[in-house]
């Protein structure tokens, strides 16, 4: 079964710092990716996806992911967070199977002011 | 567009009875629903697939007689948690698919006492 990991479970940055969060999945067929967002109080939003062509995804609001196959990785980056980007972020993978999604346990990123 | 609903977005009920979440594409038809749990600080565990017209696939370990699932139209998929039991209070989250992608509805916290 295929399995999904975030390493950075808290994050804290302040405004303008750059960012990365690790995902890293466990699957040895082929995969589609997404990242999605979880605002305080909101319903989980698609970020961005990846299922195949240029391994340098950009999704909604300046974020970007990329995926190396070689590595089973899709880190998520932002070049400057905004305090507006305080939110739960979860990687998930579909490895094709009824569309079904594994999910990691999320990061939560804090912008500070 | 793509939007899901879910109702109630909160419901508290006493041990042993039975509560109906509602899981509704507003804007668009989902042969496909999906079910979701969230604990506190956790990722999303996906509990069923839910298809329009046939039964409900279950994951591993989720009780099909316990979490009753019904998909009787292409835009509604019910969850009835039958005799509720502390243990069941959580946070349910359905997705309906779309071309593919998975679209999330709002969640419903239940709390049972």
């Known amino acids: 079964a295929q399995s999904v990991s975030q390493h950075n479970h808290h994050v804290i940055l302040s405004e303008a710092a750059s960012l990365e969060l690790g995902c890293n999945y466990s699957?040895?067929?082929?995969?589609?990716l997404f990242w999605y967002v979880q605002y305080p109080g909101q319903h989980l939003q698609l970020l961005l996806k990846?299922?195949?062509?240029?391994?340098l995804v950009k999704g909604i609001k300046g974020f970007e992911a990329e995926f190396i196959k070689s590595k089973f990785s899709f880190n998520l980056r932002k070049p400057s967070v905004q305090w507006s980007d305080t939110a739960e972020y979860f990687c998930?993978?579909?490895?094709?199977?009824?569309?079904?999604?594994?999910f990691g346990t999320g990061t939560r990123l804090q912008v500070t002011l | 567009g793509a939007v899901v609903s879910q109702h109630p977005s909160w419901v508290i009920c006493k041990s042993g009875t039975s509560v109906k979440i509602e899981c509704r594409s507003l804007?668009?038809?989902?042969?496909?629903m999906f079910w979701y749990r969230q604990f506190p600080k956790q990722s999303l565990m996906l509990m069923a697939t839910?298809?329009?017209?046939?039964?409900?696939?279950?994951e591993q370990g989720v009780e099909k007689d316990k979490f009753l699932i019904n998909h009787a139209s292409l835009t509604l998929s019910t969850l009835t948690v039958t005799s509720a039991h502390p243990e069941d209070s959580s946070f349910y989250i359905c997705?309906?698919?779309?071309?593919?992608?998975?679209?999330f509805g709002p969640g419903t916290r239940l709390t049972v006492t």
């Open positions: 997705s309906a698919l779309r071309r593919g992608e998975q679209y």
């Open positions: 699957y040895g067929g082929t995969v589609n």
């Open positions: 990846y299922f195949s062509g240029d391994p």
């Open positions: 998930a993978v579909n490895a094709g199977t009824a569309s079904k999604l594994t």
């Open positions: 804007d668009f038809q989902a042969t496909t």
């Open positions: 839910s298809n329009e017209g046939s039964k409900a696939t279950y």
